[in-house]
């Protein structure tokens, strides 16, 4: 199915071959778990990408590997650069410096359809369905940059009709997949914040992408339909597909991803487990913005102990409710004290 229609090569249809639970658990395990550290299989990898917006430094990053068919979780205050490091790689914005190539071609130069055609697509942190587009046609928008597009196509209508039948399907089956079919013929606007989410990520798939960067896809996203979210997400890693998601909560985060990159002021400060992660003395810091007023002890292993184990704990629970509440974690480091930070 996919090599008719996403204009790439038809030996590509066989490019996605997903990995098992325990190799994702094998392969990770192994990792040394430090900033920029390299991936047994990278799909995308980032060299010294740098975004300035005046005088701030959005985005700083050194290296960066992502492993190739895991589910990768992106964290880091409101304002860590997480989605202008998305923008920028998916070709939305222009870094000052740097490069990053998938699947070792560079794509600098390229704009976003043309990343998506190369098998890198991104949903947005707030969506961009068109409202006054039925569900179905926004789907297949997501169709764009393939065959009918292509100026040679074009001199032979028959093609692009064919192809355009084919899209057509394609987009029913997705909307089924994400249990939108019954909405087809509805304006897009007319969807809950959640179903949107949803239709975004159908769309994103029209182009059978292999690697799907989420941009807080649960945010907005009523408590009913986030588990249904979440199934979704694993079932394109399962797929075999690259899943590189930004999330706040820590459970989710969790729950769902086999590795954990965290950025603070533009930077890669920490990679990680996730299970580890409130082990993690960056992440710590970044969290709570270095207001606490202890010493961080960890063992040899790297596991905090005494009151440092109590505050990774109580970051974790205060990530976890600030998001319960509604808030956003960028507020998570003014409060000094431990009893504010419970109350986040
Ligand atoms: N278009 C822009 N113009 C100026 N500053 C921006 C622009 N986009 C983002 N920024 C700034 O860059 C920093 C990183 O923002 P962003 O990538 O949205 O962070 P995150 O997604 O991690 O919350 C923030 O300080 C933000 O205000
Ligand atoms: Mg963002």
Redesign the pocket.
Known sequence: MPSETTGRPADDATRLSPLSAAQRAEIFAALDPVPGCAKPDPVIVVDGVTRK??G?T??DVAHLEIQRGAITGLI?P????????FNLITGFDKPNTGTWALNGESLGKLVPHQVSRRGMVRTF?LTRALAKLSVLDNVRLGARSQRGENFFAALAPWTWRSQEADVTERAHALLKRFKLDAKAQDYAGSLSGGQRKLLEMARALMCDPEVVMLDEPMAGVNPALTQSLLEHIKSLRDEGRTVVF?EHDMDVIRDISDWVVV?AQ?SVIAESLPHRLGENEAVVEAYLGGHHDQMLEFDADGNPVGATAELAEEVDDAVAKALQAGGDLSTAGTHPTGAEEKTL
């Open positions: 917006f005046g701030l959005a985005v880091g409101n304002g860590a650069g997480k989605t202008t490091f942190q930004v950025m533009g």
